[in-house]
C-alpha cells in the first residue's frame, strides 16, 4: 500500500474516535469517567466486548496458529463459553449488590485492606504489562506499515499512539471506551470477514465450496484427547473456563464495561449474549486460518517461519490494496479496542483503590487526569522497553510472566466466595507472591516431576489453587 493510502486510512480512524469522544464527552460529570453514569445499553457494551477481547496479539496469533494446533484452540473456547455464564450468575450480582466502582473493593470487605491492596495491584502490574505488550505489536505494525516510510522513530510512533487514546479516554473514560470500541469491534469483524471473501474470490470458491473446505480441511480438527499433549480437551475446557473467570470477571479492564450497564439484570444480559457472539467471532478468526492456509497450499507460497507472520504478510503482499486496508483496520482497531479501556480500567483502579478517591466529587478531576497521565507514561515506557530488548521470545515471555500475577486473584476471589473463613489479612500478600513463584517452578518441572505431563493454559488454575491453600493455612483458629 502507498504511504498516502495508510495515511487516510489511519488519519479517518483517529477522527471518527475523536468524533465519538465529543458526542460522549458533552453533559458529563465526576462519574462518567468512572461507571459511565450505569447507563450504557446492555446490547451496546456486549457488542463492545468482543473487540476488547479480540487483542491485536489474537487478530495476528489466532489465524497463524491453526497450521500449528489445528482448531483445538476451539476446546479452549467452549470453557470461555461455560466462564462467562459463571462470571453473569455469580461476580455480577456480587459486584451489583456491593454497588462496586472497583471490583477489588469485594477483598476489603471479605477480608481486610492488605488483601483489597495486593489484589489490586496485581491486576495493576497484568495489565499493565499486558496492555503494553499489545500496544507494542501494534505500534509496530503502524511504523512498518507508514511510519518508517516518512521517518518517523519508533518512540514517536509509540507516543502518537498512545496520545490518541489519552485525548479521546480522559474526558467521559468509560462511557466513550464502550462506544469506540463498538466502533472497533465493527471493524475488527469486518476486516475478517471480508478478507474470507477476497480469499475465497481468489480461490474461485462459492460460498458453499468455501464452507466445505473449511469443514473437510485437516487443519479443522477440534478434538484432542491426548492428556499429556498441551492441548489436550480437558485441558483447554478447563483453562478456558478459569481463565474468563479471572480476565473477565477478576479484572477491572473487562469487569467495568460491564458495571457500566444500568442494572444487574442488564448485565448478565450483556454476558450471555455476548458468550455467544464470541465464539462466533473466533470462529471468523479460526475459518481465516484455515482459509489463509488453503491460499498459500495452492498458490506455492511458503509458510513464514514464524506463523504470527503468516496473516500480515498474506494481506499486505498477496490480497491486494483492499485488504491491507482491512487488515491495517482490523489490527489497529484491535490493539486500541484492548489499550483504550484498559488504560482507563488502571487509572480507575489506582484513583478508586489506592487513592480512595470519591467519584462524586468534582474537586477529583485534576487529580483523576494526572493519574491518567500517569499511566499513559507508564505504557510508554514499558513499551519502549520492549523495543529496546528488541527481542520477541524475550518480550513475549515477559508478556507470559504477566499471566503469573493472575492466579493470585483467582484465590483470593475463590476463597472468598467458597468460605466463610476470616484470615490473617497482614500475611496475604506473601502468599500471593509466592504463588507465581511455586507455580513457575512447577511449570518448569513438570515433565520430570508429573510423568511427561505439559502445563498448558490451565496453568492459571494450579496458580489459584496453589494461592487458595496458601489462603487456607492463614485461617484464624478461633473463626475457622
Not at 238 to 256: S, T
Request: proline share 2%.
Amino acid at each position: 500500500m502507498s504511504t498516502t493510502i495508510v495515511f487516510f486510512v489511519i488519519l479517518t480512524f483517529f477522527l471518527m474516535l475523536m468524533g465519538i469522544s465529543y458526542l460522549t464527552s458533552r453533559n458529563v460529570n465526576s462519574e462518567t469517567f468512572f461507571t459511565g453514569n450505569r447507563a450504557s445499553p446492555w446490547y451496546l457494551v456486549a457488542f463492545a466486548m468482543i473487540g476488547t477481547t479480540i487483542s491485536g496479539v489474537t487478530f495476528i496469533s489466532v489465524p497463524g496458529e491453526v497450521g500449528n494446533s489445528n482448531w483445538t484452540y476451539l476446546q479452549f473456547l467452549l470453557g470461555n463459553f461455560v466462564g462467562y455464564w459463571v462470571v453473569a450468575l455469580v461476580l455480577i450480582p456480587l459486584y451489583y449488590k456491593l454497588q462496586a466502582v472497583s471490583i477489588y473493593s469485594y477483598l476489603d470487605q471479605r477480608f481486610g485492606v492488605r488483601s483489597y491492596k495486593t489484589g489490586s495491584f496485581f491486576f495493576i502490574v497484568s495489565q499493565t504489562i499486558g496492555a503494553s505488550f499489545r500496544l507494542y505489536l501494534a505500534a509496530e505494525v503502524l511504523q512498518i506499515a507508514f511510519f518508517n516510510a516518512i521517518g518517523i522513530p519508533f518512540w514517536a510512533t509509540v507516543m502518537f499512539t498512545i496520545l490518541m487514546i489519552w485525548i479521546y479516554t480522559f474526558r467521559a473514560g468509560i462511557k466513550t471506551v464502550v462506544w469506540t470500541d463498538s466502533l472497533q469491534t465493527l471493524f475488527i469483524l469486518g476486516s475478517v470477514g471480508l478478507t474470507i471473501v477476497i480469499i475465497s474470490s481468489q480461490l474461485n470458491l462459492s460460498l458453499g465450496e468455501m464452507v466445505k473446505s473449511i469443514d473437510q480441511h485437516p487443519y479443522s480438527t477440534i478434538f484432542d484427547w491426548d492428556w499429556r499433549s498441551k492441548t489436550n480437551f480437558f485441558k483447554q475446557f478447563l483453562a478456558g473456563l478459569g481463565i474468563v473467570i479471572v480476565m473477565n470477571g477478576l479484572d477491572q479492564n473487562m469487569m467495568q464495561k460491564s458495571l457500566t450497564c444500568k442494572s444487574g439484570k442488564d448485565a448478565q444480559k450483556n454476558l450471555f449474549w455476548f458468550s455467544f457472539a464470541f465464539i462466533i467471532a473466533n470462529i471468523l478468526f479460526l475459518s481465516l486460518g484455515v482459509m489463509l492456509y488453503l491460499f498459500v497450499q495452492q498458490k506455492g507460497i511458503a509458510v513464514p517461519a514464524r506463523t504470527d507472520e503468516l496473516f500480515p504478510t498474506l494481506a499486505l503482499q498477496y490480497f491486494g490494496t483492499m485488504t491491507g486496508i482491512l487488515f491495517l483496520l482490523g489490527i489497529i482497531s484491535a490493539a486500541y479496542s484492548s489499550a483504550d479501556s484498559a488504560l482507563t480500567a488502571l487509572t480507575t483502579a489506582f484513583c478508586i483503590d489506592f487513592l480512595k478517591m470519591d467519584t462524586t466529587n468534582p474537586a477529583n478531576k485534576a487529580r483523576r487526569i494526572r493519574v491518567h497521565i500517569a499511566f499513559s507514561m507508564l505504557m510508554f515506557l514499558v513499551i519502549i522497553l520492549f523495543w529496546a530488548i528488541n527481542n520477541d521470545s524475550v518480550v513475549t515471555a515477559v508478556f507470559r510472566v504477566a499471566g503469573y500475577t493472575y492466579g493470585p486473584l483467582l484465590g483470593l476471589f475463590a476463597f472468598g466466595i467458597l468460605t466463610r473463613r476470616k484470615i490473617r489479612d497482614r500475611y496475604v500478600p506473601l502468599v500471593c507472591l509466592l504463588s507465581p513463584v511455586l507455580t513457575y517452578v512447577i511449570n518448569v518441572n513438570s515433565e520430570a516431576w508429573l510423568g511427561g505431563y505439559k502445563f498448558g493454559f490451565e496453568l492459571l488454575l494450579l496458580n489459584g489453587l496453589i494461592t487458595f491453600t496458601g489462603l487456607l493455612l492463614l485461617t484464624q483458629k478461633q473463626e475457622a
